[in-house]
Nanobody, 119 residues
Framework: QVQLVESGGGLVQTGGSLRLSCAAS????????MAWFRQAPGKEREFVAR????????YYADSVKGRFTISRDNTKNTVYLQMNSLKPEDTAVYYC????????????WGQGTQVTVSS
């Protein structure tokens, strides 16, 4: 059973940085895509970034391109989201998600971690 545990959220000022971590367990992830999504109060959950575990191919939402970086550490089975130049509109609960590369939807989700950016 896949388990995803996020950490690293918190309160930061505009322009600051945070690094989120997603510890993955329960299986080998070499054929998985891992992603970060976020949900702000009163809004729908939105895609932030994705990485293909094998090969490291990445893809970003336009709203975070150039500011956020997704990466993974194979030895620790952990996916990271480095967030720089944070803005108040980045305030949300951030979720880690996983899917088999060939799947069209994300089947596994973490519990989320709160990121708050103060102006």
């Amino acid at each position: 059973q896949v388990q995803l545990v996020e950490s690293g959220g918190g309160l930061v000022q505009t322009g600051g940085s945070l690094r989120l971590s997603c510890a993955a367990s329960g299986r080998t992830f070499s054929n998985y895509a891992m992603a970060w999504f976020r949900q702000a109060p009163g809004k729908e959950r939105e895609f932030v970034a994705r990485i293909i575990w094998s090969g490291g191919n990445t893809y970003y939402a336009d709203s975070v391109k150039g500011r956020f970086t997704i990466s993974r550490d194979n030895t620790k089975n952990t996916v990271y989201l480095q967030m720089n130049s944070l803005k108040p509109e980045d305030t949300a609960v951030y979720y880690c998600a996983a899917r088999v590369v060939t799947a069209s939807t994300y089947q596994n989700w973490g519990q989320g971690t709160q990121v708050t950016v103060s102006s």
